[in-house]
């Protein structure tokens, strides 16, 4: 859901789609002083977090790695991949609208982006896109962790789809698809919880 403002980010989409494609993008650390730009905002609001994806029926201290990390897929987009803290990035949620966003050190938002196609089975893709991403984001507690205040929205999965070699993709089962609130073959249904490091 990308809206006109993207147009704002063109000339910096350019510089993306120019970096090399697969991996994680530049890690350039945030600028210590920001430079005051339009909205929406790119300085971290509140304390900021990891995302940790865990199974929904482990305890959460046996859980490793499954750290929410974007990959790159094209010119201002990351698929979710689940992997090692140290290849993840932090976040943050814009308490205005509830947008998930990603501290990924660049001079643009990076926001969660919830894919309506469908990828498999009653489960469609979660994208970290250039840009305004959707709202409707909240963390009401530590063992709910992130969700998604939509009427379709039927939890997250951790999913064995993808022919990358780094790690399982993230993606978010849409309950008004056939599936009824069942994890589709190959993947797993998690929380997304919020680790404070
Ligand atoms: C992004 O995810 C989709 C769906 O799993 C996959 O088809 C595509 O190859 C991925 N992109 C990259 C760059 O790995
Ligand atoms: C969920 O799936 C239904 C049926 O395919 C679709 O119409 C709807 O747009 C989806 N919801 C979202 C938020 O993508
Ligand atoms: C969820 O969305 C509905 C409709 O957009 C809104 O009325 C409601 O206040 C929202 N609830 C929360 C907890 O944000
Ligand atoms: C996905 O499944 C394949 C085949 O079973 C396996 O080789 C691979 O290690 C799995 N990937 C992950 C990230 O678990």
């Not at 939509?150 to 309950?175: D, E, P, R, S």
Request: net charge negative.
């Amino acid at each position: 859901m990308l809206s006109q403002s993207i147009i704002a980010f063109l000339p910096l989409l350019a510089a993306v789609s120019a970096a090399s494609q697969g991996g994680a993008p530049p890690s350039t650390p945030p600028p210590s002083t920001t430079t005051a730009t339009a909205a929406p905002t790119i300085t971290p609001i509140g304390v900021e977090y990891y995302l940790q994806a865990q199974p929904l029926d482990q305890h959460p201290a046996k859980v490793v790695d499954n750290y929410v990390s974007p990959y790159h897929s094209g010119a201002g987009e990351n698929n979710v991949t689940l992997g090692a803290q140290s290849e993840a990035f932090k976040a943050f949620l814009d308490p205005d609208g509830g947008y998930q966003e990603f501290d990924l050190g660049l001079s643009y938002p990076n926001e969660f982006v919830m894919g309506g196609d469908i990828a498999i089975q009653g489960a469609s893709l979660v994208a970290i896109d250039a840009g305004i991403g959707d709202a409707g984001f909240s963390i009401p507690s530590k063992e709910v962790g992130l969700t998604w205040n939509n009427t379709a929205f039927g939890g997250w999965l951790a999913c064995n789809i993808t022919k990358q070699t780094t790690g399982l993709q993230l993606l978010w089962l849409n309950k008004t698809e056939e599936s009824k609130e069942k994890a589709p073959k190959g993947c797993e249904s998690v929380r997304l919880a919020p680790v404070y490091l």
